[in-house]
């Protein structure tokens, strides 16, 4: 940072105290199993506290090979943080998974274990609970952490804090020449070393002030020292002063703007979000964030966004309950979430194909490339500056508004008055995440997000919405492993569906329930719910479903060794791919049929069944499947003593697929 001035001496003792002996052995106690070293810079806001602890981890970076983590545990707003997304984002910085729904001690110790090799350093940025601070500690000594926050950490052992007041008055008047040049400090010292001493030697006082002097160019530096001198003791101190000169000096759009920007999520500000909140043009509200930048109101934080001073939200939010009605500022929000919505709409559409078949793949990837077509018409009808160039742009405007984004639906689901609105943002958020990332990669927002669903679901009595959140989550749940959770949640999603009336919930929470006693190895219960299932696809004449239940039954009474009840099943699964007119289904259920003759000893029906489904694979042109069946013909001649027969099935597997033998496996349908 080009700002950062002074703090020599607490640089210095920063630096000693790496390598000092730690508290607990001066004391006498008895030290713990060997941790990081913690330091700590507390300050109040606005005193540079972050400042600092970013210079200093510049200067040992070189000491610690493995970079800089950075997480955040209080917002802007002064929200907390979870400790599961601090942990999170620490995690995604080593480039770790992040398991979706993983309780807060499975991802303490993954970043613990990520971090038992590493020499890296941790910056903890305005912590408040010592207990959050904790579960992030490494557990090697090899690992630095440094934290900011208000006051000590009383509940972190063997913290030694480095508590900031103001610069002194030459690092202050240095702070000033680097905002507006030496000209006007050289004319008038004293009055520059009067400003500083004015300033309390706050440094964001310093860059507000600062900031006006730049922006006023014909203004003395003592009089506005003299300014800051002759307003009232309740200003709220050098840092109000100086917030009150930049606010009283701005036009009313420009005051009106900056009161509302306390509402922008994790004060993370971008032009759309001023914009919409101020109910002006992107490109105005582009200017006047530029202006607010260059004022100390706001911080670069990349390309196009801004940060809103965490040390000026108290300050801002105090004006916007004063002079702006509380329908105002519902509005304004509302504004702000229907822009969101729109933009990730737009992000969205990016992500899809727009020419059906484009990819070589016909019938749903045909499909999704004409809805792809479809989106984009309607995208026409947005302005401009609702529009991406490219996927490209959409999926980096994605990346780095994702905090933000994720911060807003949180939000909105936590206010309850805009439910309609929350409900939209967080199912276009899941959207643009689905398109841009696919399901698997972006399960970890997936899951925070269908848990916001619920939310919203159970607190309106919205039964198909909450069945469907709580299917999602179970889903999430059973793909990590959490198969007992799992359960519970497809049981509870299936209370729901009946609620709802809606018979796709019940019948999809009905089948999942079976799938998660089939993962426990509860072949009796999962055959049970499976029938339930099956019962009510029949009663209502969905064969897709019941071709697919009837496998699935198949499985579970194949595993438990039931092989009459097994080949019933999938005689009954490909007599109805056979209606379906689905080859390759009808193939698969053959060939799983032939696989429960063979382990009922019956290898002579195995070998018919097992080239009826050879020949099926073959006019569905599977060559996988081709394959897979032809090594278990061999198999079977094999057991029949006919090995020359079974020589020239293995070759034409060999033929279709090449010598990997894993190619040839044939999974059952819960695989």
């Not at 610690?64 to 907390?80: F, H, I, K, N």
């Not at 742009?393 to 911060?407: I, M």
């Not at 709802?500 to 998660?516: F, I, K």
Request: charged letters at 25%.
């Amino acid at each position: 940072m080009t700002d950062f001035v002074g703090r020599r001496r607490e640089l210095k003792e920063l630096r000693e105290d790496i390598a000092r002996t730690g508290l607990d052995t001066l004391s006498g106690r008895k030290a713990k199993s060997p941790r990081a070293r913690v330091l700590l810079i507390a300050g109040r806001p606005g005193s540079g506290r972050t400042a600092l602890a970013e210079a200093f981890v510049r200067e040992v970076g070189e000491d610690y090979p493995d970079g800089v983590l950075r997480t955040r545990l209080t917002s802007p707003g002064g929200q907390a943080v979870t400790t599961e997304r601090a942990i999170r984002t620490l995690l995604e910085g080593l480039g770790e998974p992040t398991p979706p729904g993983a309780a807060e001690d499975e991802l303490s110790s993954a970043l613990r274990a990520a971090l038992a090799h590493r020499r890296a350093i941790l910056l903890v940025d305005d912590a408040a609970d010592p207990y959050q601070v904790d579960a992030l500690l490494p557990d090697t000594p090899e690992c630095l952490v440094v934290i900011t926050a208000e006051g000590p950490l009383t509940g972190i052992p063997d913290v030694r804090p480095c508590t900031l007041g103001g610069l002194d008055t030459p690092s202050g008047v240095q702070m000033l020449v680097q905002r507006i040049g030496d000209t006007r400090i050289t004319v008038d010292p004293r009055a520059a070393e009067d400003l500083a001493e004015a300033c309390g030697g706050q440094p964001a006082a310093l860059a507000l002030v600062g900031g006006w002097l730049a922006a006023h160019p014909k203004a003395a530096v003592s009089d506005v020292a003299k300014q800051l001198h002759d307003m009232p003791a309740g200003a709220g101190g050098p840092l109000g002063r100086g917030f009150r000169l930049v606010y009283e000096s701005l036009p009313q759009p420009a005051q009106r703007t900056l009161r509302l920007l306390p509402l922008a999520p994790a004060g993370i500000v971008d032009s759309h979000t001023a914009s919409a909140l101020a109910g002006c043009s992107v490109a105005a509200a582009q200017a006047t964030l530029d202006d607010f930048a260059g004022l100390g109101l706001l911080r670069h934080a990349s390309d196009g966004l801004f940060q809103l001073p965490g040390c000026l939200v108290p300050l801002l939010r105090a004006l916007l309950e004063s002079k702006e009605r509380a329908g105002e500022v519902e509005l304004a929000r509302a504004r702000m979430l229907e822009r969101t919505v729109r933009l990730l709409h737009s992000c969205r559409v990016m992500a899809e194909p727009d020419d059906p078949g484009a990819d070589g793949t016909a019938g749903a990837a045909g499909m999704a490339g004409a809805a792809g077509t479809e989106a984009r018409e309607r995208l026409e009808g947005l302005p401009r500056a609702l529009r991406f160039p490219d996927r490209r742009a959409a999926a980096t405007w994605l990346d780095t508004r994702l905090p933000a984004l994720s911060a807003a639906a949180t939000l909105a689901v936590a206010d309850g008055g805009l439910d309609t609105l929350a409900r939209r943002l967080v199912a276009a958020l899941v959207r643009a995440l689905a398109a841009h990332r696919g399901t698997a990669a972006a399960a970890p927002e997936l899951y925070g997000l269908h848990r916001l669903v619920l939310d919203v679901a159970v607190r309106r009595d919205l039964h198909r919405e909450q069945a469907a959140a709580l299917l999602n989550l179970a889903d999430l749940d059973a793909e990590t492993g959490r198969t007992q959770e799992a359960l519970e949640r497809y049981r509870a999603a299936l209370d729901a569906g009946r609620a709802a009336n809606d018979p796709y919930a019940t019948g999809r929470a009905m089948e999942s329930v079976g799938g998660a006693y089939q993962e426990l190895a509860d072949w009796h219960r999962a055959a049970d719910w499976f029938g339930r299932a099956l019962s009510q696809a029949l009663a209502r004449g969905e064969r897709a479903d019941e071709a697919r239940l009837y496998g699935r039954l198949g499985n579970v009474h194949t595993y438990a060794g039931r092989y009459g009840d097994a080949l019933r099943s999938w005689r009954a699964a490909a007599a109805g791919y056979r209606k379906l007119a689905d080859v390759p289904g009808q193939a698969k259920a053959l060939s799983e049929m032939a696989r429960i003759q063979e382990y009922a000893g019956r290898p002579e029906e195995s070998l018919h069944t097992c080239r009826e489904a050879v020949e099926l694979a073959r006019r569905a042109a599977d060559l996988r499947l081709q394959a897979a069946l032809q090594v278990r013909l061999a198999d079977t001649l094999d057991r029949l003593g006919d090995p020359a027969a079974a020589r020239l099935h293995r070759s034409a597997a060999d033929r279709l697929l090449g010598d990997d033998p894993a190619a040839c496996e044939i999974r059952s349908g819960s695989d």
